[in-house]
C-alpha cells in the first residue's frame, strides 16, 4: 500500500499509520510538526479555552439531556444559555433547549415537567 502511494505521490512523504496500535503515530507527528509555521502564541499562557463560561454551561446541560433521554432525543438538540448570573454562593443559570420536532418538547418536558427538572 504504501509503495502504491509513494507511486502515486512520488513528492508526497508517504506513512503508514495505526492509531488503534499505535503504530508510527509518533512519526507523524513529527513530521507534521515540521510543516507547521512559527509564530507566537495566540493565547496567554493561563488561558485554559478560548470558549465562555456559557459555551461550557450550554454543553453540560447538553451532555445530560443526552445521558437522561439516551435514544429518545436525536443529538440534534441545542441548548442555549439565556442568563448566567454567578452569584456569592449560586450559579444562575437559564437556558433554552431547542429540539427539531414539536414531538420532542413532550419529551423534553416530561408528565408534569418531571424529566426536565431532571436536567437540572
Known amino acids: 500500500v504504501e509503495r502504491l502511494w509513494s507511486q502515486m505521490l512520488p513528492d508526497a512523504d508517504v506513512m503508514t499509520v495505526s492509531?488503534?496500535?499505535?503504530?508510527h503515530v509518533g512519526a507523524v507527528l513529527t513530521k507534521l510538526t515540521g510543516y507547521l509555521p512559527e509564530s507566537p502564541p495566540l493565547y496567554p499562557?493561563?488561558?485554559l479555552t478560548d470558549k465562555p463560561e456559557r459555551f461550557f454551561a450550554a454543553e453540560i446541560i447538553r451532555?445530560?439531556?443526552f445521558r437522561l433521554y439516551a435514544a429518545e432525543i436525536p443529538y440534534s438538540c441545542e441548548v442555549v444559555v439565556t442568563t448566567?448570573?454567578?452569584?456569592k454562593k449560586i450559579l444562575n443559570i437559564e437556558a433554552d433547549i431547542l429540539v427539531l420536532r414539536e414531538s420532542q418538547k413532550g419529551v423534553i418536558i416530561g408528565k408534569q415537567g418531571a424529566k426536565i427538572k431532571q436536567v437540572g
Open 19 to 23: 492509531a488503534l496500535e499505535g503504530r
Open 45 to 47: 499562557a493561563d488561558y
Open 63 to 65: 451532555e445530560q439531556i
Open 84 to 87: 448566567f448570573k454567578d452569584a
